[in-house]
């Protein structure tokens, strides 16, 4: 070690490499000693010049010595947005983190969340809706906010990300960064890390509803949002027929899981039935009549609404104008669904 302290960093002062703290270990066996040097960049332009020098000081001083210099590398401080380690500040004024859930994927769930977002808002809620279907988004479509692009900027020592406001609801989704052929190709790791960003980085601000729009099935992506985001609960979307029913319980086991133990607020039984915009009073069960109700029986979750399979509903959702801004039959069933939910997410404690 005393040697070693003849050997001086040109770019730090010439202060030496112990009193840096860049000497990691010094082993010997017979002749041989062995030196590890940490060093806090991957390419310090100055390690070819420290290792020979390191070298030439245990030769100048020992005789005989056959030296090595191994190196390690190590960051003083890991940075807080570099990985995965997104701490949840920015949700600090959020009341209620709401995942809309399907076990099956085309249900309708962006949809729901959507229309849903769109009626809390103007019910009086202040809501925000973060798109977490980072392989396919499709919030900005349904909200015709394609072209929109958010601002980002730093502050302190945090990336922050302000959502996309339209219609009352504070809008983020991966769509607006990424074009969806981009991000169908990411790895789990990415995703996860992607998603936790739409979520996390976001500065929601006060909010009483932040609605998460989940991806389809009950993957990794799921476990490690429910794990890593405060969720208050989920909302179960599911269309009538059995198929679907087999698979939504799956979704329903994802939040009951032991380890995760969220309550559900309560499903939504989408495309319920079909009504034909020239007979608006007639309901036809393509379906079959009733799958949600006795799903809901079964899991012991509240029917928390239907909503019809209506011309209407698709439209406005390709035209970035969500039903539920409307007054027709379909955009009431959406603030009806919004009224109790509301209510059932007061109520459970
Ligand atoms: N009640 C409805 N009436 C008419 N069309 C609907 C209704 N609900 C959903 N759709 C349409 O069905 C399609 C699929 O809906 P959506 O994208 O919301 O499903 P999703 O469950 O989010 O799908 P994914 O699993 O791919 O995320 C969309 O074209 C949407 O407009
Ligand atoms: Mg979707």
């Known amino acids: 070690m005393k040697f070693l302290r003849e050997v001086q960093h040109p770019a730090k002062g010439d ?3 112990v009193e840096l703290g860049m000497v990691e270990k010094v082993e010997s066996e017979g002749n041989k000693v062995i030196v590890t040097l940490a060093f806090s960049k991957h390419r310090d332009p100055l390690a070819e010049y420290l290792i020979g020098s390191t070298k030439s000081v245990l030769i100048k001083h020992i005789p005989g010595v056959e ?3 191994r190196t390690v590398i190590r960051d003083e401080a890991p940075k807080k947005h570099a990985g995965l380690d997104l701490g949840t500040e920015e949700l600090e004024n959020v009341r209620h983190i709401i995942g809309v ?4 994927g085309g249900v309708g769930k962006s949809t729901v969340a959507v229309n849903l977002a769109v009626a809390l808002a103007r019910l009086g809620y202040k809501v925000g809706l973060a798109d977490a279907d980072v392989y396919g ?3 900005p479509k349904m909200t015709g906010t394609e072209e929109a692009i958010p601002e980002a900027f730093r502050d302190g020592d945090k990336d922050v990300i302000m ?6 609801v504070k809008w983020m989704s991966i769509g607006y960064f990424a074009k969806p052929e981009q991000a169908l190709i990411w790895r789990g790791p990415m995703a996860c890390n992607a998603l936790k960003q739409m979520i996390l ?3 929601w601000g006060e909010l009483d509803f932040l609605l998460i729009d989940m991806p389809p099935g009950t993957g990794d992506i799921h476990i490690s949002l429910v794990h890593d985001i405060p969720l208050s609960g989920a909302v179960i979307v599911s269309t009538p027929q059995a198929v679907a029913l087999a698979d939504v319980e799956k979704g329903v086991n994802m939040f009951r899981n032991d380890s995760i133990r969220k309550p559900i607020f309560g499903l939504v039984e989408n495309m319920a039935w079909f009504t034909p915009e020239e007979l608006p009073d007639n309901r036809y069960y393509i379906f079959g009549k009733d799958g949600g109700a006795e799903m809901a029986k079964k899991y012991g979750i509240p029917l928390l609404g239907q909503i019809p399979l209506v011309q209407g509903i698709r439209e406005s959702g390709d035209d970035g104008e969500p039903a539920a801004l409307s007054s027709r039959p379909d955009g009431t069933a959406f603030v009806q669904l919004a009224e109790r939910l509301a209510e059932a997410v007061s ?3």
């Open 67 to 69: 030296p090595e210099i």
């Open 163 to 168: 959502p996309i406001e339209k219609y009352g």
């Open 347 to 349: 109520e459970t404690k």
């Open 15 to 17: 202060k030496d490499i």
């Open 137 to 139: 988004p499709s919030v």
């Open 101 to 104: 859930a399907s076990g099956k």
């Open 201 to 203: 980085q976001v500065r």
